[in-house]
């Protein structure tokens, strides 16, 4: 399949779940005149649910799936980052955010990657992170939070659970280092930036936000 053309320094944001992805998407990505974004915008299961159901075939779809509906996406995707860089035409930057991307319920980032690539070409990887204990035990807390008071499974069963998929699956996205390396060497290293949610959002340093910026192309 071509490379769609028309999306120009194009950024795909992936977020792993409970790293702040909604908190970018809200008060940073929508916010700054620079960036164009698409995706996983505010309110986008209610006001935009097609392109919910579209990123989700990216995502997890089985492959004879996303190649029937490939050609539908890529004309989704394309519409929907023209239809940004109009609202923002000051922007520099055109961003597609989805946690999705990252996620133990989904495809393997690589496969993912791959599926993007062969509809919009090359593209550069913003992955946020936290750092690895904070988030390992923040995602189990959210997973089960509601079940916790009424005999939720414990850590080491839910960790067995999680090892049930073969090749992908939660305890896989826990060691979420070995994965971002793999997708490193897919991308290349100069094309993927790594960033802790926790230098990102500290009060006393802007270091991780001017690095953000940078990477973005964004003042």
Not at 34 to 45: A, E
Not at 101 to 120: G, K, Q, W, Y
Not at 185 to 210: F, I, K, T
Request: hydrophobic share 40%; with cysteine; glycine share 6%.
């Amino acid at each position: 399949m071509p490379a769609t053309v028309g999306i120009t320094n194009l950024v795909i944001h992936v977020g792993l779940p409970k790293t702040g992805t909604t908190f970018l998407q809200n008060h940073v990505f929508s916010s700054c005149g620079q960036i164009s974004d698409f995706g996983k915008t505010p309110s986008y299961r209610g006001d935009r649910p097609h392109v919910y159901e579209a990123l989700k075939i990216v995502a997890s779809a089985s492959d004879a799936e996303f190649r029937a509906h490939a050609p539908d996406v890529r004309t989704l995707l394309l519409h929907e980052a023209q239809d940004a860089a109009t609202r923002k035409p000051s922007s520099s930057c055109q961003l597609l955010s989805y946690e999705g991307f990252f996620h133990p319920n989904s495809l393997h980032p690589l496969e993912i990657h791959d599926r993007l690539a062969s509809m919009v070409g090359d593209f550069k990887v913003l992955v946020t992170i936290r750092h690895q204990f904070a988030w390992i035990a923040s995602y189990y807390l959210y997973r089960f939070y509601r079940f916790l008071h009424g005999g939720g499974p414990s850590f080491e069963v839910w960790a067995k659970r999680a090892r049930k998929r073969p090749e992908w699956n939660a305890f896989v996205c826990c060691d979420y280092w070995r994965v971002i390396e793999q997708l490193i060497g897919r991308v290349g290293r100069d094309r993927v930036l790594v960033a802790p949610m926790e230098d990102v959002v500290q009060a006393h340093s802007d270091r991780g936000l001017r690095q953000l910026a940078g990477f973005l192309q964004v003042d």
